[in-house]
């Protein structure tokens, strides 16, 4: 029984270049979210999907980021022309449930280092 | 309104010690209180969580405490040792539908002393 899955766990990218992260979430969870983790900080949330939907955005960046999950495939997080600020821990969690207790189960991350 | 505000920000404790972490919310929506702990280089793994309706929830070591109308909610890991030391986060959520987005503390990092 995998758990939440991301990949890769480490990406390195040049100023101005693109960042895919990339998740799969918990065998039938169909709910996925995005969080970013900045050195010494909680996590701070960005974006809440269902297959094909995006729910909540509120957190994402208005600029350069954008998320998906389709139908079949895992949930993409993507960073257009990063910035060094870009750097940081990015964690994807999965959910079974839509509605009561949601809890959540986080995957390893990725951890985006910008040059 | 949205903030969890948690303390303290680093912890010592020695093995067979109690620790305790505090955290404090604003947004009376909130209606989940998971704990999560989280070791260098790997996700938060959810620890313990608790609903408002009960002021306390002890899953082995670790207690929960709750306090509805001060809005404040406290992890105690009784025992403590070695292997507990990790960063630990509070966090919030409400249970509405579409809006389970997790509100999580600033973290503590917990060491424990042999």
């Known amino acids: 029984n995998a758990g939440v899955m991301q990949n890769p766990r480490h990406l390195v990218r040049r100023r101005g270049q693109e960042a895919r992260l990339r998740c799969s979430p918990m065998?039938?969870?169909?709910?996925v979210y995005w969080y970013r983790q900045l050195p010494e900080e909680g996590l701070k949330f960005m974006v809440y999907l269902q297959k094909e939907n995006i729910i909540d955005e509120s957190g994402m960046p208005k600029e350069r980021f954008s998320a998906e999950f389709p139908k079949e495939g895992p949930s993409i997080l993507r960073i257009q022309q990063v910035v060094r600020g870009d750097s940081a821990a990015y964690f994807c969690?999965?959910?079974?449930?839509?509605?009561?207790?949601?809890?959540?189960?986080f995957g390893p991350g990725t951890r985006l280092t910008v040059l | 309104q949205q903030q969890v505000k948690q303390s303290p920000q680093s912890l010592i404790v020695q093995k067979g010690g109690i620790s305790i972490i505090n955290c404090a919310y604003e947004?009376?929506?909130?209606?989940?209180f998971p704990w999560y702990q989280q070791f260098p280089g790997k996700g938060p793994a959810l620890l313990i969580a608790?609903?408002?309706?009960?002021s306390e929830k002890k899953e082995g070591r670790f207690t929960i405490s709750f306090n509805k109308s001060a809005k404040q909610f406290s992890l105690h890991i009784m025992d403590s040792q070695p292997g507990d030391s990790a960063t630990y986060f509070c966090a919030a959520s409400p249970s509405i539908q579409g809006a389970q987005k997790l509100v999580f503390g600033q973290g503590t990092r917990l060491t424990i002393n042999p």
């Open positions: 969690a999965s959910s079974l449930r839509t509605s009561g207790i949601v809890e959540q189960f």
């Open positions: 608790i609903r408002p309706d009960v």
């Open positions: 065998k039938g969870h169909s709910h």
């Open positions: 947004n009376t929506a909130f209606d989940y």
